[in-house]
């Protein structure tokens, strides 16, 4: 199928479009902007700046890809957006470009971004993440795979969320989440690891348990954190990859991590 441009729309001179790439009535693509194959932008659209949307992405009325960066730190340039294969951003979500010159705000593959979400400048998404509706990600926020964010929550600046996390509705999430755990509240605490999501994305029982065992080390059994670092490195289960994970980030924070309950 040839490229499909309504009558209504403003594509610049310049811009890039893949084939099959269809774009609505009244959407707009910067002079700077490359739209990967099969990519659908529907009525309203806008993706402007320097820009790079995957293929088989489809990106909803109202929202907006590359607008300039609400860091009042922004000195000019050419910073950007990268965005991945088959995401799907629903209505009136915007995405930011990055703040410094030659850099970018980036989103990887098969992500769902759903209506009024926010992802600021030099924001690192991962894949197979969604967001629900009003999820807003502050500036340098760093969200690996398989994360789910729930309703309305928001990340502080410089947050990280860690694989196959998830954070409740209306959390306000000032430090960082480890992998695994499911965090809420206002601000977030750890609850327990995220059981139901690891098992809907295949996590045998023994992954399961070095998970377990890891999340209990660090928030249950009464350690400081230098206590728990040393129980950790000398668990048995310490080399195996997942609690291996969960120690990394928790040893790499610079903002702290989410306390327990």
Do not use: W
């Not at 860690?162 to 000032?174: E, F, L, Q």
């Amino acid at each position: 199928m040839a490229k499909q441009i309504h009558p209504t729309a403003i594509v610049e001179a310049g811009a890039e479009l893949g084939e099959d790439v269809v774009i609505g009535a009244y959407a707009f693509v910067g002079a700077r902007s490359v739209i990967g194959a099969g990519t659908l932008l529907h009525h309203h659209a806008s993706v402007e700046g320097r820009t790079t949307v995957g293929a088989q992405c489809e990106i909803f009325p109202f929202t907006c890809i590359g607008t300039k960066t609400q860091d009042l730190k922004y000195r000019g340039g050419q910073p950007g957006v990268r965005i991945g294969d088959r995401n799907v951003l629903r209505e009136y979500v915007s995405v930011h470009a990055a703040t410094n010159d030659g850099e970018f705000t980036v989103l990887g593959h098969d992500n769902t971004i759903l209506a009024y979400s926010h992802i600021a400048h030099d924001c690192q998404l991962g894949s197979h993440i969604i967001a629900s509706n009003s999820v807003g990600l502050a500036g340098h926020v760093i969200i690996e795979d398989c994360v789910g964010l729930g309703a309305k929550c928001g990340v502080h600046q410089f947050c990280r969320i860690g694989a196959n996390a998830m954070v409740g509705a209306m959390t306000k999430v000032v430090q960082d989440v480890p992998p695994f755990v499911i965090a809420d509240g206002n601000p977030a605490i750890a609850r327990s690891i995220n059981k139901v999501g690891l098992e809907r994305n295949g996590f045998a029982p023994e992954r399961l348990d070095a998970i377990k065992q890891a999340f209990r080390i660090f928030y249950r059994a009464g350690h400081n954190r230098t206590q728990a670092f040393e129980r950790m490195r000398s668990h048995p289960l310490g080399a195996t990859g997942d609690f291996q994970h969960f120690l990394n980030f928790v040893e790499r924070s610079e903002r702290g991590v989410v306390a327990g309950r």
